[in-house]
């Protein structure tokens, strides 16, 4: 990658001249980007943590864009570099992997050198800054196929290197947060946005700053919102959120007549795999096993990571019937499981034979408050231990409703 970057930027660097305004466009570009930065690094660090293993995907784009519209190549790469390196001192304090910076800054470039590509395709007789031939439908035209070329190139490259290098990991783990491709679709309009107005009217450059940040902070809600209720190692809900869901669910079950089930799911001698195998082969493992568990119920179950080797899933509008073939269901499945790991040694081992045991308790049946059909529930679990593991049980304990107090004689 690097090499392929470096190639690129001879060739460009002989073609494009760099003018008195590029410069005056670059010293812009870059002073916003360090603002920007400057203004969401404590939110970026975080970020950038949480997304390990999958693309990292920041708002910058919105001045590499702008870049594409108005810089010759080997200015935009200095922005490019100089914003990564910015980056690496001020958000990751030098904490960060380097080559997987250099990696990224590489591909940032290769996107860049797309877009323009793009962009000269459309209009062949003129060069940098593009961002002055933009009118009309084929302006907006060129405009799109640009940010697509700038987000295939550089998506496709850091997913492939993702799922490369983690091959033990869901590839699905590799494409991101669905919501990633709305906040580059919407860096690549306020690039856009920034590239025509910087052309026509610079001193709009702070008011657009402001807009980035503003939105910045808007399109992060739903990633955050998701990594606040959610286990980092096995990418369920944790137990809190759960529980809340599962009461919120109950309050509308009892409103409407309907019916709520609970299963408590439990890896069986998951000690051993630990002991055998080491913890890293064990977190793979659970990884797994929740995984197959996520996919062998409904969409609209509800399946959060209870504690250790413990998932909860709660199933909506079920019988008895129906909610014993779901826990059969997850049983059939972790039974079938194969998962490939590493010993202690670091030889290849596939492990096999997983069980769960599973208890299963239904709303309002087996109780009529969440606590009591947890508590029921984690009876079932514990019965379906003893009684050999590989099984499920459901739950026979019935709560009954607390009696109302006999209407008191009002006094005046």
């Known amino acids: 990658m690097e090499v392929a970057t470096v190639l690129m930027l001879v060739t460009a660097a002989s073609l494009t001249p760099i003018t008195s305004t590029s410069w005056l466009w670059f010293g812009l570009l870059l002073g916003a980007s360090v603002i920007h930065l400057e203004a969401a690094q404590g939110i970026e660090r975080i970020r950038e943590v949480s997304a390990e293993g999958s693309p990292y995907t920041h708002m910058q784009s919105v001045w590499y864009f702008a870049g594409v519209l108005l810089l010759p190549l080997p200015l935009l790469t200095a922005l490019i570099i100089l914003s990564f390196t910015h980056e690496w001192f001020r958000v990751f304090r030098g904490q960060a992997i380097a080559y997987r910076k ?43 196929v640009a940010g697509l070329a700038y987000r295939l190139v550089n998506y496709a490259l850091v997913v492939g290197a993702i799922v490369a290098s983690n091959p033990e990991q869901p590839a699905r783990k590799a494409l991101g947060h669905a919501s990633d491709q709305l906040i580059i679709a919407a860096s690549v309009g306020l690039g856009y946005a920034v590239g025509v107005f910087t052309v026509d009217r610079p001193w709009s450059m702070p008011i657009l700053l402001v807009t980035v940040l503003a939105l910045h902070m808007g399109l992060l809600l739903p ?80 399946v959060g990571r209870w504690g250790g080797e413990e998932f909860a899933v709660l ?38 034979g997983l069980t769960v045991s599973v208890g299963a308790g239904l709303f309002p049946g087996t109780a009529v408050e969440l606590s009591d059909l947890l508590l029921a529930v984690d009876g079932a679990l514990f019965q379906a231990k003893r009684q050999g593991r590989n099984r499920t049980v459901m739950t026979t304990r019935i709560v009954a409703a607390p009696a109302e107090e006999p209407a008191r004689e009002r006094t005046a």
């Not at 019988?319 to 670091?346: I, P």
Request: aromatic share 6%; hydrophobic share 50%.
């Open 102 to 144: 250099v990696f990224s800054a590489a591909t940032v470039v290769l996107a860049v050198g797309g877009a323009q590509l793009v962009l000269a395709a459309f209009f062949p007789a003129v060069g940098p800054p593009y961002a002055a031939q933009l009118g009309g439908p084929i302006g907006a035209l060129a405009v799109i």
């Open 315 to 352: 199933v909506p509008a079920v019988g008895v019937d129906e909610l014993h073939a779901a826990a059969e269901r997850v049983r059939a499945a972790v039974q079938a499981l194969a998962v490939e790991t590493c010993d202690l040694e670091g030889r290849g081992v596939t492990v096999s």
């Open 223 to 302: 990633q955050f919102r998701i990594a606040a209720h959610t286990d980092s190692r096995t990418g369920l809900v944790d137990a809190a959120w759960w529980s809340d869901r599962a009461a919120d669910q109950l309050d509308r079950a009892r409103r409407l007549a309907r019916t709520v089930g609970v299963l408590m799911i439990d890896l069986d001698h998951f000690k051993q795999v630990n002991d055998r195998y080491g913890h890293l082969a064990g977190d793979q493992v659970l990884t797994a096993v929740a995984e197959t568990v996520k996919h062998s119920v409904r969409s609209l179950d509800l």
